[in-house]
């Protein structure tokens, strides 16, 4: 599989920055013809280890569905955590997928029946979803976490996140 290449330096920078799945420019990934999203589950669609699901976000599946876009969830969580959002959404998914190893993803984008470059990975952390996702050659999405509240063993990370981010908000994204 071929992906775009990103340059060693620009590995934990995602291609776009957004406050939530619900600020993804849809009009805009269908123009640089992305046709299949893989999606983290904790703090970007559920608060962290909650199935709940608000009625925004699952309105924005409907909406992302019933444009043609594929859907896969993707995450390091065990099955039994992962089945029920799935379940809910209508999508499938992948558990115990050790983001930010590259072989989760690719198989993501195998189930949806996708090409690489057809192919946004949306996430909350930069160290598991945006260094996987660029790693596998696919265009990336950060999004800020739904709630702070976390596994504990997440902290080393946003600590280390921090620094990423405020560079990135300076170089890239000077509005954020
Ligand atoms: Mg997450």
């Known amino acids: 599989?071929?992906?775009?290449?990103?340059?060693?330096?620009?590995?934990?920078?995602?291609?776009?920055?957004?406050?939530s799945l619900l600020d993804i420019p849809l009009d805009e990934l269908q123009g640089k013809n992305i046709k299949a999203f893989i999606l983290d589950l904790d703090n970007t669609i559920t608060e962290w280890n909650s199935n709940y699901i608000r009625e925004e976000i699952a309105a924005w599946f409907k909406t992302i569905l019933d444009q043609g876009f594929k859907a896969c969830i993707l995450s390091n969580n065990g099955q039994q955590r992962v089945v029920q959002v799935a379940q809910s959404l209508g999508i499938p998914f992948i558990s115990r997928a050790k983001k930010p190893r590259r072989g989760a993803f690719r198989r993501a984008v195998e189930l949806m029946g996708v090409q690489p470059e057809e192919t946004a990975v949306i996430g909350d952390q930069i160290f598991t979803d945006v260094l996987g996702g660029n790693r596998a050659?696919?265009?990336?999405?950060?999004?800020?976490?739904?709630?702070?509240?976390?596994?504990?063993?997440?902290?080393f990370s946003r600590a280390m996140e921090y620094f990423v981010l405020r560079r990135l908000r300076k170089d890239r994204f000077p509005t954020k």
Do not use: C, H, N
């Open 1 to 19: 599989m071929s992906g775009q290449t990103k340059s060693k330096s620009g590995i934990l920078y995602p291609d776009m920055y957004v406050d």
């Open 137 to 155: 050659g696919l265009f990336t999405i950060l999004v800020v976490p739904i709630a702070r509240r976390e596994f504990v063993g997440t902290k």
